[in-house]
């Protein structure tokens, strides 16, 4: 048999004319784990599990097998449906889609993405959206949001589904995701948590028919066992351990194993070493097999499977699946409804219908509560890189001139329809971009424009405003106090971007800046977006990464333009000076040569994305990761990191528990800093915290806790890190188990990933460094 890793990165041990055309040739890559281990309703699953067993046992095996098995159903909006079984009371599910607020109906609210929460690096923000996001859910039927997004994590800088989730850094994205998990959760709805795991392109994640004629599978991610777990599966392992209901599997494969029927990413390190107690979800058409799809830890399948159904119930009459893993799909399914009380207070399961101009029943899914969290995330998801000749904020001006395609309401409130100027398909033309494509968007309650928050303003303080939203060289008013530009870069579910740039966009902010002394850029962007075609020009004062904030975009932005608030966002990913300076990790994958009809994305990279290869590389970021400005100064001072005793290398042994043992959040460490504020205005900062570790291919630092602050001007405060055993462990694929590496841990503090004047170091004595190997699956 093959060496795992030599299968996975393919080293040349076929010529490129030997086309691979079986995928025995994969066989082995992905090790089986049997059998999937059952649901133990430990910790605060215990009481949901004993009502779900009771339940269970009342059952037919084609009930057992209705609940595993979804369908569409015509008469609601739901993307997904359980049958109900009204002989025991159960109505049945609706899941439903959730990228910023319910998709497909009415009355709900429209809030910041998840790339905007994400750059807002704010926990308190993301446990709010949450449950409020998730109590407008409850109150339209939905049982299920899918969502949120953890996968992809951005290893492809152009990743089409990026602007989903909420960061490229996995400690960043699992502290974000576990507070929105238990806010959702908290409002009574169930989370699932996507895309399970390496779903990192949009490029051939479906089985295709080629030009050829001739079909392709879906592109294989292939990962080692150390960087899965140190990238990859982190933030899930955070979601699980916040008690996430249910978990989607994704289209990909992984390994050259598919991703809903991979046995050793269900059975063995979601169920075993996570300890997940809820049910594992397909994406919408993922299945790929019956029987391998049941025994490798699926449990139900969406939606309208012809490989469920009554082939499953004929498959457990055989003994093709054993009538204890149907029990257990079952049991999963129905504890997660137990488990968020759904039993009592939720309403009929998909109210609303699928065409809104059909007469319907009217049912209010938005809330007053909301508004502050909504406006919030708008304001705080903008990262301001520039501000030069103190730009900003404005200063009372009585003429502002605003241009560009990106400002004003959207010509379609659902946002379907898509118009594209001069062949530029990178953009989004048809107003402003408060959202992207997909399922990842929602219709909104309302939006206020950048253009009509502006215009407000003017009224407000007896200002004029001109404006010109279509031509690529439009007039300027040379008495202009200042000339807002607006671009955006659009992003969708389908297809990865084509550049992170583009002609139509950086020629209308040279055009403009040609002829205004203070022209302001803000730009609304669905992932990366490079601006060094106009970052330097001497009148582009002021740039700001708007990135998708909802429905109060306009009014967000317009209190950060005018000064009400200082901005706080910080960038959730790295800005390159060029696309190249990504390299492999710019774009996805193709299939071409021998592995034309199963092409292999090979993250030979390991941990080295985004920062992790910047700095392994040398290469200076146009602006780096964790990098915003506000319009107050801080200093950072009086760095203490103190260990608690001496830990063991290895954690204790203790029964798995959800999200893995236990101890592996255990606090071990403390580190405080204090944070001046010494500027003229009262602000937000987010000092963030870095370790090194030691030992061999380690990158030279890593995110490793990170708190928002609000301070008044000329205050200081302490921030105090807490540093759990996991934050400071590395993955050891020998032992597959985490490990303290004994040495020096260099611990930084400061502003962003290379803004940190503050260094320390944690000396750990105990075993040596022994996860260098890069260990295959």
Known sequence: MRPIWSAIVYTGQFSLAQEITDDTYFYGDSPPVYPSPEGKGVGQWAQAYAKAKAFVAKLTIEEKTNLTTGYSDTDNTCSGNIIAIPRLGFPGLCVSDAGNGLRDTDYVSSYPNGISVGASWNKKLAHDRGTYMGAEFKRKGVNTILGPVVGPLGRVVAGGRNWEGFTNDPYLNGMLVANTVTGAQGSGVQTCVKHYIGNEQETNRNPEVNSAGVATQSVSSNIDDT??????????????????????????????????????????????????????????????????????????????????????????????????????????????????????????????????T??????????????????????????????????????????????????????????????????????????????????????????????????????QGGGSVYWDFSRPDPPVDPTSDACVVFINAWASEGSDRPALRDDFSDGLVLNVAANCSNTIVVIHNAGTRLVDVFQDHPNVTAIIYAHLPGQDTGRGLA????????????????????????????????????????????????????????????????????????????????????????????????????????????????????????????????????????????????????????????????????????????????????????????IWVGASSRDLPLHTTLTVSGKGYGGSKRAGM
């Open 559 to 746: 209190m950060i333009l005018y000064g009400d608030v200082s901005p706080s966002g910080r960038l959730p990913y790295t800005v390159a000076k060029n696309e190249s300076d990504y390299g492999h990790l710019l774009n996805a994958t193709q299939p071409e040569g021998e592995f034309a009809l199963f092409s292999q994305s090979n993250f030979t990279e390991g941990q080295f994305i985004d920062y992790r290869y910047f700095d392994a590389h040398h290469i200076t970021p146009r602006y780096e990761f964790g990098f915003g400005l506000s319009y107050s100064k801080f200093s950072y001072s009086n760095l203490h990191v103190q260990l608690k005793g001496s830990p063991s290398p290895y954690p204790a042994k203790a029964s798995v528990q959800p999200g893995g043992n236990p101890h592996l959040f255990d606090v071990v460490a403390t580190a405080s800093v204090q944070v001046t504020n010494s500027g003229g205005m009262d602000a937000m900062d987010v000092p963030q915290l870095y370790v090194g570790f030691p030992g061999p291919n380690q990158p030279v630092k890593q995110l490793r806790a990170f708190e928002k602050v609000q301070i008044a001007k000329g205050q200081s405060t302490t921030v105090t890190f807490s540093l759990r055993r996991k934050d400071l462990s590395v993955w050891d694929a020998e032992a597959q188990q985490w490990m303290i590496p004994s040495g020096t841990h260099n």
């Open 358 to 459: 059909t007469p319907h029943q009217r049912v209010i899914g938005i809330s007053h509560e909301s508004s502050n969290t909504i406006l919030d995330g708008a304001i705080e998801g903008h990262v301001l890189v520039k501000n030069s000749k103190n730009a900003l904020p404005m200063k009372s001006p009585q003429l502002v001139s605003v241009f560009g395609y990106d400002a004003q309401v959207p010509l379609w409130a659902s946002q379907y329809g898509t118009i594209t100027p001069n062949q530029y398909s990178a953009i989004y033309n048809n107003g402003t971009m408060f959202t992207a494509g997909g399922s990842g968007k929602n219709s909104p309650a309302y939006v206020l424009s950048p253009f009509d928050a502006i215009s407000e303003r003017a009224y």
């Open 227 to 356: 960087t899965l777990h140190e990238l990859y599966l982190w933030p899930f392992q955070e979601a699980v351990k916040a008690g996430t209901a249910s978990i989607m599997c994704s289209y990909n494969r992984v390994n050259n194993s598919y991703s809903c029927q991979n046995s050793k990413i269900l059975n063995g390190l979601l169920k075993t070493e996570l300890g997940f107690e809820g049910y594992v979800m397909s994406d919408w058409g993922a299945q790929h097999g019956g029987v391998a799809s049941a025994n490798a830890g699926l449990d139900m399948v969406m939606p309208n499977s012809v490989l469920w159904g009554q082939n499953l119930t004929t498959a457990v009459k055989n003994g093709s699946v054993k009538a204890s893993r149907l029990n257990d799909m079952a049991t999963r399914i129905m504890a997660a409804w137990y488990l968020l009380d759904q039993s009592e207070g939720v309403s009929s399961p998909g109210i609303g219908m699928k065409t809104m």
